[in-house]
């Protein structure tokens, strides 16, 4: 049976916009809680249809305001996540305290569902503070809500996403660009419709699989994604190896910027291959392969980065010419 009401916090981010359209274009209501309705309403806003959605400015510490959104939904779901730490936003605020709160008022307000997007690598990655703060989060929603359902995906693509779209403008203007590790490190990139497709089927098939790991339909080093991308945007750039002391040093200048580039916890975290462990099911065993494959679907959108953008591609010249 299809949910009636999905809860979605952090809907206005990469995933959950892709969410809102993949689930309301199914039938299913969502109500979108952001912390600024003025700042982000008119792009959640625009990811649905009059009536399959709502958007509530809300403190997601405000337990009387999440108790009456919950008492609306039948599914809850978790997409707030932070990759450094600013002010009051510590890792352990944003992914181990609301997410454990989240979860036990879900459970109180039995809910069908309790969905939450963790991060796929974070038992390996041991010395990161982003990873422990991600295993610590799953650990208590899992007290607090046995039969959530744990999304851990490898790293997630898409046209508006954070990371290949960073990557081609820094490729771009950057005439050498530092690999760390030796570009070694292997991702599993998963599309964000892939991951997408994930949720919904595990909200409209009921699934309750603890842990599940998201991936695409690959494995690719760093460097291999540096190249994929270079091609794409018809670029030759230098990839240069760099010593980790001093990648360590500048990450600590990086991290003093309000938006850091790179942070000395993300370069440990860089340290570790993010594909499946072998210890989780994965999307494909519950019957949700991913489809989409890197170097494809970055070409829908890289010649924006390319000399010329899209008159580089031909898709301009008149059939005549
Ligand atoms: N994207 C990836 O490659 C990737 C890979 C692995 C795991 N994940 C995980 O998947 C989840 C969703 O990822 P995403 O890329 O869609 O996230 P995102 O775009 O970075 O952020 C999602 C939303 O979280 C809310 N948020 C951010 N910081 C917050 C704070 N300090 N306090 C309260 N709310 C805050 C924001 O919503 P408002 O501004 O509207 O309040 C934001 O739109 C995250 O948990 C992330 O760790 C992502």
């Not at 036990?104 to 569902?113: A, F, G, I, Q, W």
Request: with cysteine.
């Amino acid at each position: 049976m299809k949910a009636k009401n999905c809860l979605i916090f952090g809907g206005s981010g990469q995933i959950g916009r892709h969410l809102i359209r993949k689930l309301t274009k199914n039938n299913i209501r969502v109500t979108v809680v952001t912390r600024n309705i003025h700042q982000k309403s008119y792009i959640i806003k625009t990811q649905a249809n009059a009536g399959y959605i709502d958007i509530v400015e809300a403190n997601i510490y405000d337990e009387v305001k999440i108790r009456e959104l919950l008492s609306n939904a039948d599914t809850c779901i978790n997409l707030i996540g932070i990759l450094y730490e600013k002010g009051g936003s510590t890792f352990k605020n944003i992914h181990v305290v609301f997410p454990s709160l989240l979860a036990k008022l879900s459970k109180e307000y039995d809910l069908k569902n309790f969905i939450h997007v963790s991060a796929l690598g974070i038992n390996e990655a041991k010395d990161s503070d982003y990873a422990k703060s991600k295993l610590e989060g799953e650990k208590s929603i899992l007290i607090n809500f046995p039969m959530a359902t744990i999304l851990r995906p490898s790293v997630v693509y898409s046209v508006d996403d954070n990371f290949t779209t960073n990557l081609m403008t820094l490729l771009n203007r950057l005439p050498a660009f530092p690999i760390y590790y030796n570009g070694k490190t292997k991702f599993t990139p998963i599309h964000c419709s892939d991951l997408t497709d994930i949720i919904y089927h595990v909200i409209s098939n009921d699934i309750n699989s603890k842990i599940l790991e998201c991936v695409g339909p690959e494995e690719i080093t760093f460097k291999e994604i540096l190249q994929k991308l270079l091609k794409s945007i018809n670029k030759k750039r230098l990839l240069l190896p760099f010593p980790i002391f001093l990648a360590n040093l500048s990450a600590k200048i990086f991290q003093l910027m309000p938006k850091p580039l790179l942070t000395e916890d993300q370069l440990r975290l860089l340290k570790y291959d993010n594909i499946i462990s072998g210890k989780y099911k994965t999307n494909s065993e519950i019957g949700v392969p991913s489809k989409f494959y890197f170097e494809k679907e970055i070409e829908k959108y890289s010649f924006m980065w390319r000399e010329g953008g899209q008159f580089s591609t031909g898709k301009y010249i008149k059939k005549d010419d």
